[in-house]
């Protein structure tokens, strides 16, 4: 069984930042991918970033400029910045090792 745990989501701010971490545990075997979707209020699920085993990067447009992904074995970090009231949704991680895998999700909160 795996566990994905995600940390680090909260209110802020307009403008302001926020860092998401991500650690995976348990049977753990090659990790191909990680990276974070979200879900906003009354919208789908959407992709935010992903980065493989090898370091390929995408980003959604939405968050290109603003948000930064980085990965150290089983973990995987969201580092947002100039965050906007759009980006207020629940955060959820997600890894790739041989199927898809999904954390609980953390709460990302953009208000004044």
């Known amino acids: 069984q795996v566990q994905l745990v995600e940390s680090g989501g909260g209110l802020v701010q307009p403008g302001g930042s926020l860092r998401l971490s991500c650690a995976a545990s348990?049977?753990?075997?090659?990790?191909?991918?990680m990276g974070w979707y979200r879900q906003a209020a009354g919208k789908p699920r959407e992709f935010v970033v992903s980065?493989?085993?090898?370091?390929v990067i995408k980003y959604a447009e939405s968050v290109k400029g603003r948000f930064t992904v980085s990965r150290d074995k089983n973990t995987v970090a969201l580092q947002m910045n100039n965050l906007k009231r759009e980006d207020t949704a629940l955060y959820y991680c997600?890894?790739?090792?041989?199927?898809?895998?999904w954390g609980q999700g953390t709460q990302v909160t953009v208000s004044s």
């Open positions: 348990g049977n753990i075997f090659t990790i191909s991918a």
């Open positions: 980065i493989t085993y090898d370091g």
């Open positions: 997600h890894a790739l090792m041989g199927g898809a895998y």
